[in-house]
């Protein structure tokens, strides 16, 4: 009886045993896939010897305690010389999900950022911004638009934050900031009007637009800039809106569209000066195209934007509630096909393209100075 007993007690305990082992194989699958990132930091020791040789300056200086810490600590090969060449292998296409990822991320705006830094940071974006995943083809080539004027403190930020995120999501990519020369009323849709031209002017490959204010750093790695079937909104979780749609119809602050949902709905309008409106009349643009707006979770597409006070020459246009009103009229005519505008000077910095340009003045309202 006691043997039989104790033969049953041995089975028991051989299958709580084995059911802990299982529990403890399960854990740590789980563990390594979560903290993914974890694992790429360590990898880039194990391979620490030819990166060091191909970036002196890489090695050192890495920031690794931020989640999104920049460059090497992404655990990517780096050098632009490891792209193939021409007898090179081709490259299998980038996953759609790209491994690496890291999710949430801590964005803070109180450190100083030298540029020095970011780019010390990120020795894999080549001049002018671009970046090429050096062990995959992408499906499409992301150029990135920034309409800007006096926002370098802004564009430090965003430099810093972006190019890792940029380049964890294995993207193909140029980054263009549109500089609109002269103190004239701003006009942020032009510039993005300006900015789908110039990129296309440079490579003509690219497919992707993704329009970004320079204030605004996503708050999740997960949020793909990338384009899809339907026009993409990018920033629709805020802070400074509670992390929330404001309200539906909201199309505002990092956007996306591919090539022909660009041209289909005739670009964006040129006829915003100062702030507001322009991006409802976007949203009125697809919409009457026939085009639905695509959006990430709520949980994903959470943004930090840096706090900021209203700028000079970008007052709030008192014309935009009726204009937005009119966009069935006014898109056919005032569009990408009738964008006016004069290149001063393009300039490829080691981490953006800087597009200075003369897009005009607005012709009535307001007073010009
Ligand atoms: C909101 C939207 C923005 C746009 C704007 C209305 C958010 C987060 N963003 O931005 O997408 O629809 O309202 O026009 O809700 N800029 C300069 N220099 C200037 C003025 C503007 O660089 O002097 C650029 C910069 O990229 C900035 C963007 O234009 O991020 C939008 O201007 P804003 O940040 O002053 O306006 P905001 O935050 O209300
Ligand atoms: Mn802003």
């Known amino acids: 009886m006691s043997r039989l007993l104790g033969g049953t007690l041995e089975r028991v305990c051989k299958a709580v045993l084995l059911l802990c082992l299982l529990h403890f194989l399960v854990a740590v699958i ?33 920031n690794c305690s931020r989640p999104n810490a920049t ?58 911004g671009r970046y090429t995943p050096p062990d995959c083809t992408p499906a499409q080539t992301v150029a990135v638009i920034i ?54 002017k440079e490579d003509s490959t690219y497919n992707c637009f993704i ?50 949902q660009f041209l289909r709905i005739n670009g964006f309008p040129n006829e915003y000066w100062g702030w507001g409106g322009e991006d409802d009349d976007i949203f009125n643009r697809i919409s009457l195209a026939g085009m639905k707006i695509s959006r990430p979770d709520i949980r994903i597409g959470r943004y930090r934007m840096i706090k900021h006070d209203r700028d000079k020459h970008n007052e709030p246009n008192p014309q935009r509630f009726t204009k937005i009103q009119n966009t069935k009229l006014t898109m056919k005519r005032d569009g990408i096909g009738s964008v006016r505008y004069q290149v001063l000077e393009v300039s490829r910095q ?4 800087n597009i200075t340009v003369d897009i005009g003045r607005p012709p009535s309202w307001p007073p010009r100075g």
């Open 30 to 62: 789980l563990y390594f896939d979560v903290y993914a990132q974890h694992l790429a930091f360590f990898s880039r020791f194990s391979a620490r010897g030819p990166s060091r040789a191909l970036h002196p300056a890489a090695s050192s200086s890495t």
């Open 71 to 128: 460059a090497p600590s992404s655990g990517l090969p780096e050098a632009p010389s490891a792209r193939p060449g021409p007898t090179a292998p081709v490259l299998p296409p980038c996953p759609d999900s790209p491994p690496g990822l890291v999710g949430r991320l801590l964005i803070e705006f109180t450190s100083p950022m030298p540029l020095e830094r970011v780019q010390r940071e990120n020795p894999g974006v080549l001049l002018g």
């Open 147 to 200: 309409p800007f004027r006096h926002r370098e403190h802004h564009l430090r930020y965003w430099l810093h934050y972006l190019h890792p995120i940029l380049r964890r999501q294995r993207l193909r990519y140029g980054i263009y900031v549109i500089n609109q020369h002269g103190e004239d009323t701003f006009n942020r849709a032009k510039l993005l009007n300006v900015g789908f031209l110039e990129a296309l």
């Open 211 to 260: 329009f970004s204010d320079v204030d605004l750093v996503p708050m999740d790695d997960r949020n793909l800039y990338r384009c899809g079937d339907q026009p993409r909104h990018f920033a629709i979780a805020m802070d400074k809106f509670g992390f929330r749609l404001p309200y539906a119809g909201y199309f505002g602050g990092v956007s996306g569209l591919n090539k022909s």
């Open 350 to 353: 080691p981490l953006f393209t």
